[in-house]
């Protein structure tokens, strides 16, 4: 089976890089979250879903931060056909990132950005 290179890849646009397109998401996102990671879930109206990785410093120096972001962009670049499109995405560790691995990242984004972005279509209870 191969595939497309233009599928395959992560372009440019599919990635947050503001301050502004961070804190958009993180203050008006819809959350879900697993022993793995926490995401943010805020609907873009564009025809495809972009994701931004938010790792403090409390989860080591740069080398370990910037491996972290690696992990959470490669599983999405592998995931997001199967995510719903139109989405932005934070996402957030919460465990060790000696134990985060890329196949627990996937399944994890794979469940719950469309776990969070349901919750958009869900009446609120009065």
């Known amino acids: 089976m ?7 890849t992560l372009r440019k646009q ?11 998401v993180l203050s008006g996102g819809m959350t879900a979250a697993d022993r ?8 873009n109206n564009l025809a495809f879903s972009r994701i931004g990785c ?11 931060r910037n491996r972290l972001k690696r992990i ?4 999405f670049r592998l995931a997001k056909h199967e995510i719903q499109a139109g989405l932005d995405i934070v996402v957030v560790p919460r465990k060790d990132w000696r134990e985060m691995n890329l196949a627990g990242v996937i399944e994890s984004l794979k469940r719950l950005a469309p776990k969070a972005a ?4 869900e009446e609120p209870v009065d």
Do not use: C, D, H, Y
Request: glycine share 6%.
């Open 14 to 24: 599919e990635r947050l890089k503001t301050n502004r397109e961070f804190e958009r």
């Open 54 to 64: 938010a790792v403090s410093r409390k989860w080591g120096g740069a080398v370990q």
């Open 36 to 43: 793995n990671i926490l995401v943010f879930v805020l609907p």
């Open 118 to 121: 349901k919750r958009f279509n």
């Open 2 to 8: 191969t595939l497309n290179k233009q599928r395959a």
């Open 72 to 75: 959470f962009r490669e599983g």
